[in-house]
């Protein structure tokens, strides 16, 4: 069974940085497209990020582009994502989840947030004050 686990959230000021981990278990990143989600209060789920390991495909949307940092390490099997000049707007519940690739390029998986995930994690929260 497929497993993830988000760690590394908190608070932080206006143009600081975070790192965001992604411990996944029961299955290997090579196998899968990893995707940061955030959800803000009242606000639709949005994707951040992804990466497909496999062949090292990431994408970011336009909102984190230049400041949000999508890797991997595949000997821990996580998923990180490195988020600095943070600002009041980033503000959320980052989720990650997890896309069992097919046959395609995994430029095609980080292409669209809309794909049925496989798996999610429970979410670690990011204040970023003002």
């Known amino acids: 069974e497929e497993q993830l686990v988000e760690s590394g959230g908190g608070l932080v000021q206006a143009g600081g940085s975070l790192r965001l981990s992604c411990a996944a278990s029961?299955?290997?990143?090579?196998?899968?497209?990893i995707s940061w989600f955030r959800q803000a209060p009242g606000k639709e789920r949005e994707g951040v990020s992804c990466i497909a390991t496999r062949d090292g495909a990431t994408s970011y949307a336009d909102s984190v582009k230049g400041r949000f940092t999508i890797s991997s390490d595949k000997a821990k099997n996580t998923v990180y994502l490195q988020m600095d000049s943070l600002k009041p707007e980033d503000t959320a519940v980052y989720s990650c989840?997890?896309?069992?690739?097919?046959?395609?390029?995994?430029?095609?998986?980080?292409?669209?947030?809309?794909?049925?995930?496989?798996?999610w994690g429970q979410g670690t929260q990011v204040t970023v004050s003002s």
């Open positions: 989840a997890a896309l069992y690739r097919g046959f395609h390029e995994g430029s095609y998986y980080c292409a669209d947030y809309g794909f049925r995930y496989d798996a």
């Open positions: 029961g299955f290997t990143l090579d196998d899968y497209a």
